[in-house]
């Protein structure tokens, strides 16, 4: 069975601060996917990550896609209030099933 | 909004009881994917469909079943319902029936089983 780890659980910081969420597996998958999710709301993916060791950015967040393709990073340049939210990553397994980590919930405070 | 729509938003039902859950995806999105949301248990995958047919099968229980439709909207067909049933079912719909797709996710029908 797959699965994904994901840390801190939690995270509190206040406005401005730099932060990073790691999401970790001992399965390798084809591809990992980062999402956020506000409160009653459906997740909306941020960005998906195919080849090992690649980096994207997306304004103030860099993703990256470890070199085995078993974990991935998100990190969050100068955190804003708008950023609080559930940060979920899901992998993609070769067989096509899908695993969701069980989520960082960020809360950046004015 | 993102496209998909779940009806009902929410349904509160007794132990035992059999209900359907409802998804119409984006429209040109051929696959459809369903999702158990609790807050012990995090996001789960449950079954995928792509034009009609089951492509992916994740962590979904023999009392639930899902079909997808010719006019590709899905239903989820959740029965014998148990209180560990109670959570939030997001569908989330994609172009592509593989991993690299984006996915949208619906507003989400939250169950409430007593």
């Known amino acids: 069975t797959q699965l994904l780890e994901q840390s801190p659980q939690f995270l509190s910081i206040q406005e401005g601060e730099n932060l990073t969420v790691y999401c970790n597996s001992s399965?390798?998958?084809?591809?990992l996917q980062w999402y956020r999710q506000e409160p009653g709301e459906g997740p909306v993916l941020l960005v998906t990550?195919?080849?090992?060791?690649e980096v994207k950015k997306l304004k103030r967040l860099t993703f990256q896609f470890g070199d085995a393709r078993k974990d991935s990073s998100l990190h969050i340049t100068a955190a804003q209030p708008g950023d609080t939210g559930l940060y979920l990553c899901?992998?993609?397994?070769?067989?096509?099933?899908?695993?969701f980590g069980p989520g960082t919930r960020l809360s950046v405070l004015p | 909004d993102s496209g998909v729509t779940q009806t009902p938003k929410h349904l509160i039902t007794a132990t035992g009881q059999r209900v359907t859950l409802r998804c119409s995806p984006r429209s040109g999105d051929l696959s459809v994917y369903w999702y158990q949301q609790s807050l012990d248990q995090g996001l789960q995958f449950l079954i995928q469909?792509?034009?009609?047919?089951?492509?992916a099968k994740g962590n979904i229980l023999e009392r639930f079943s899902a079909q997808q439709f010719p006019d590709l909207h899905s239903e989820l067909n959740l029965s014998s319902l148990e209180l560990g049933d109670s959570a939030l079912y997001f569908c989330a719909s994609s172009t592509t029936g593989t991993g690299y797709g984006e996915q949208y996710f619906g507003p989400g029908t939250r169950l409430t089983v007593t």
């Open positions: 899901a992998g993609v397994g070769y067989g096509q099933n899908f695993v």
């Open positions: 399965s390798v998958f084809s591809s």
């Open positions: 990550v195919v080849t090992g060791g």
């Open positions: 469909y792509y034009n009609g047919e089951e492509r």
